[in-house]
């Protein structure tokens, strides 16, 4: 088991910067890819970004790539996503989430998953 606990949420005016964090507790940490995903209101949950167990890979959606950063900290058991130049249309709940394997942008293949932050890019 994996328990995610996301943080960092919040109102940000367009062009901002936000970090969110994920802690999590239970098994290794390092031994599982670590991912965020989105859901806008009235839409499906998407993919932003992912990480592999070892942190050599990392992938990311065209709408945000070269504005966001996943990183993460094994010391701190604790992934990050550094969000920048932030837009309207980023707005949305944030998940962290965690899966054995390959990385994968398909959200049914992650078996863990945190409550979410929120996120509101609004001036």
């Known amino acids: 088991q994996v328990q995610l606990v996301e943080s960092g949420g919040g109102l940000v005016q367009p062009g901002d910067s936000l970090r969110l964090s994920c802690a999590a507790s239970?098994?290794?940490?390092?031994?599982?890819?670590m991912g965020w995903f989105r859901q806008a209101p009235g839409k499906e949950r998407e993919f932003v970004a992912a990480?592999?167990?070892?942190?050599?890979?990392?992938d990311y959606a065209d709408s945000v790539k070269g504005r966001f950063t996943i990183s993460k900290v094994y010391a701190k058991n604790t992934l990050y996503l550094q969000m920048g130049s932030l837009k309207p249309e980023d707005t949305a709940a944030y998940y962290c989430?965690?899966?054995?394997?390959?990385?994968?942008?398909?959200?049914?293949?992650?078996?863990?998953w945190g409550q979410g932050t929120q996120v509101t890019v609004s001036s």
């Open positions: 989430a965690a899966r054995s394997g390959i990385l994968s942008r398909d959200e049914g293949s992650w078996r863990y």
């Open positions: 990480i592999s167990w070892s942190g050599g890979t990392a």
């Open positions: 239970g098994r290794t940490f390092s031994s599982y890819n």
